[in-house]
């Protein structure tokens, strides 16, 4: 499997995403800002009035890292668990949610491609830039599906490939200089940044990824373009 420019083997791929995680956990929220001039928090706004969590409902957020829509869906009274394969991350989220309000939350660590909970256990199955990360993404979507109960929605916030003509050009010249020099200026890590951009320049394009939620047993599938397409929302249900 590929891992930046590189070919390694599936473990180490999982290992060395580990390794890029665990490197910018601390500076993650900061960068996110940095890099995407704030707008990562109106497109989490918008992922999260997708999914119009309700009170009561159980939801998985996968590769919830440092929390930000689990702390967006708690707030609407959906009892969340925050599941990533990455302690630290979950640490950074923990230390946050201690300085909110009491919200309903559960962590735990979990590898979205092997996942420890029961069939048909939550209402709604969230993930935000997470699956891109995820070795064997074909695996993951079936277990996304098989932890949804019958009606359960399953909802993606994804990089992909903005359709406007221009716009995707000039936002891979812009990822491809400018987001690795603010990794090594700002978190002093060059490497995990270049990784982060080349994982999103071969992530697969909107109707192909739609094609793989289907692929793992979703119906009425959909994708909402954001900025035409350089952000998407995939979603799809159980039945
Ligand atoms: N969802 C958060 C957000 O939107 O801010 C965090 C996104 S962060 C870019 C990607 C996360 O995916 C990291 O925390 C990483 O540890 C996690 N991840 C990578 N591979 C994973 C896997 N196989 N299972 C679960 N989480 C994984």
Redesign the pocket.
């Known amino acids: 499997v590929q891992f930046g420019d590189r070919v390694v083997d599936r473990d180490e791929k999982?290992k060395l995403?580990?390794g890029?995680?665990?490197s910018?956990?601390r500076r993650?929220?900061l960068m996110?800002d940095l890099m995407s001039g704030g707008m990562?928090r109106l497109w989490?706004d918008r992922f999260v009035a997708c999914v119009q969590p309700r009170p009561g409902e159980k939801i998985l957020?996968?590769?919830?890292?440092?929390?930000?829509?689990?702390f967006r869906m708690a707030r609407k009274g959906a009892h969340v668990t925050v599941?990533?394969?990455?302690p630290?991350?979950?640490a950074v989220g923990m230390e946050r949610a201690e300085t909110l309000d009491d919200l309903p939350l559960a962590w735990q660590v979990?590898?979205?491609?092997k996942l420890t909970f029961e069939d048909n256990s939550f209402d709604a199955y969230?993930?935000?830039?997470?699956?891109?990360?995820?070795?064997?993404i074909p695996t993951?979507l079936r277990e996304a599906h098989r932890v949804l109960k019958r009606g359960g929605r399953f909802f993606c916030?994804e990089f992909s490939t903005s359709e406007w003509p221009g716009f995707g050009k000039a936002y891979e010249v812009y990822s491809e200089n400018v987001i690795p020099k603010v990794g090594k200026a700002v978190a002093d890590d060059e490497e995990s940044y270049q990784y982060?951009v080349e994982s999103i320049r071969r992530f697969p394009r909107m109707h192909e990824f739609e094609a793989m939620i289907a692929d793992a047993g979703f119906v009425q599938t959909s994708h909402r373009p954001i900025l035409g397409g350089l952000v998407a929302i995939h979603s799809g249900w159980k039945i």
Do not use: W
Not at 110 to 113: D, I, L, S, V, W
């Open positions: 999982q995403v580990g890029v995680f665990s910018v956990a993650y929220d996110n990562h989490k957020d996968m590769a919830g890292g440092t929390g930000d829509i689990a599941s990533d394969i990455n630290d991350m979950l979990e590898n979205a491609e969230t993930i935000a830039f997470g699956i891109r990360n995820v070795t064997d993951a916030l982060l």
